[in-house]
């Protein structure tokens, strides 16, 4: 059977986390769709990925593990997760469990109406479980960066997406690069859909960012995908002829 959905995960020393996330995926997806988790061990040094495998087989879920030497970042974790899947359409979840894996078969029901091929089901958490000041910091940031990208979402940030694995492989890859995700698939012409999804309150570990380790890569790399969006070129083509 093919797979439908594959589920990417980027983790770094998330055991404790892990685990109950994959229960969860198993819980929302099976029987529902043929899908796969695909986690990215981004150079952990704690129990994930023997969390991760050990629920996997108690509960039959198809899990590949992707292990880094050594700690590359959330984006070229994602990248690795999604190189090495095998489904159509890919899930993205971040792995300390505050992104609800219930929420995915609504976005894959939405995707099923889509016409373009190209799509970003991006999810807004409207409801966020973070303290007031990192509340205020995504506003904040979310809103110069609509006004530098027009990509349409309010909530850059949310790990939960869904998108085609085919339109992933045709994005530019840079670090930082699944935080503008929405605004390189609107480069090529694709489609976005914003979904409100739940969020919730880390349970074990720490959070591997702050305001100090986003505020300058998120400027340069705004200006990055600006430049790369007006260069974009979108052919119109009148004939194909063949001999």
Not at 48 to 71: D, I, W
């Amino acid at each position: 059977m093919s797979v439908q959905i594959s589920v990417a995960i980027p983790a770094k020393d998330e055991q404790g986390n892990i685990g109950h996330l994959i229960e969860e995926i198993h819980a929302a997806l099976e029987g529902q769709y043929s899908y796969e988790v695909v986690l990215t061990d981004d150079g952990s040094t704690d129990g994930t990925v023997n969390e991760a495998l050990t629920t996997a087989e108690k509960l039959g879920v198809s899990l590949h593990v992707v292990s880094h030497e050594q700690s590359c970042g959330q984006s070229t974790a994602l990248c690795s997760a999604v190189r090495y899947s095998q489904g159509e359409w890919i899930a993205t979840l971040d792995a300390d469990g505050q992104n609800d894996p219930a929420d995915i078969p609504g976005m894959l029901a939405a995707a099923q109406k889509l016409e373009n091929p190209h799509f970003c089901i991006a999810g807004y958490r409207k409801n966020r479980k973070d303290t007031a000041w990192k509340r205020f910091q995504s506003r904040f940031a979310n809103r110069i960066r609509q006004r530098m990208l027009h990509d349409g979402v309010p909530d850059s940030g949310c790990g939960l997406k869904i998108f085609p694995r085919a339109t992933f492989m045709m994005l530019p890859y840079f670090d930082h690069m699944h935080r503008f995700l929405p605004a390189l698939i609107c480069r090529i012409d694709g489609q976005i859909v914003v979904h409100e999804v739940h969020h919730r309150d880390r349970q074990a570990g720490v959070s591997k960012y702050n305001a100090w380790n986003r505020a300058w890569v998120g400027i340069s790399d705004t200006l990055g995908v600006m430049w790369l969006i007006k260069r974009a070129k979108h052919p119109k083509v009148s004939s194909v002829q063949s001999r």
